[in-house]
């Protein structure tokens, strides 16, 4: 047997082993991530391209067992964590953005399976699955539709050439015509 979380396994078989599995890898070996964070960063002029950003590392661990007494309902519980680059959507500058996801799945062949509110399920398109790509998952579900600073300095770049806040009001033209109509 190889790399745990690369092999092709069923959730029962990793389960029925109580497989635990401590891992680092870089965010090259999520091809799927790498891909959203290149053509995200793609957008940055070259001098601003964050250095060594392939290379950053995702961490955590994964824990398989079972959520029931009859050890039918395989499970899996664990924590992954990474610093991923990407580009601010208000300023347009490189922001490192951490992540930090909790895993609390339930493996299920079909839709009858209630996690209730303690696990998600997730659903199995095949018999196997390789844990890298749980984890590939929820690294993606994580990131936010928008990354923004969390700072009040970081400005479009609209406002900054203006020197103050502006405010966008989309429907500003639509009122002052119905009220011209009032």
Do not use: Y
Not at 40 to 50: A, V
Request: proline fraction near 6%.
């Amino acid at each position: 047997m190889g790399n745990p979380l690369r092999d092709r396994r069923t959730p029962k078989e990793l389960a029925a082993s109580r497989q635990v599995i401590d891992f680092a890898i870089k965010i090259t070996d999520l091809e799927q991530l790498t891909a959203i964070v290149e053509g995200d960063l793609e957008t940055l002029d070259p001098d601003k391209l964050p250095s060594g950003w392939r290379e950053t590392q995702a961490t955590g661990q994964l824990r398989f067992g079972f959520a029931d007494a009859q050890e039918a309902l395989p499970q899996l519980e664990g924590e992954v964590s990474a610093t991923i680059d990407v580009v601010c959507q208000r300023c347009l500058e490189p922001l490192s953005l951490p992540l930090a996801v909790e895993l609390k799945l339930l493996f299920a062949a079909d839709e009858a399976v209630d996690g209730g509110d303690d696990f998600e399920v997730w659903e199995l398109d095949e018999e196997s699955i390789r844990p890298l790509d749980v984890v590939e998952e929820a690294l993606i579900m994580a990131l936010p539709l928008a990354a923004m600073h969390d700072n009040e300095k970081c400005r479009s770049p609209d406002e900054a050439e203006a020197g103050e806040s502006v405010t966008i009001r989309p429907f500003a033209a639509l009122k002052s015509q119905m009220e011209k109509e009032n």
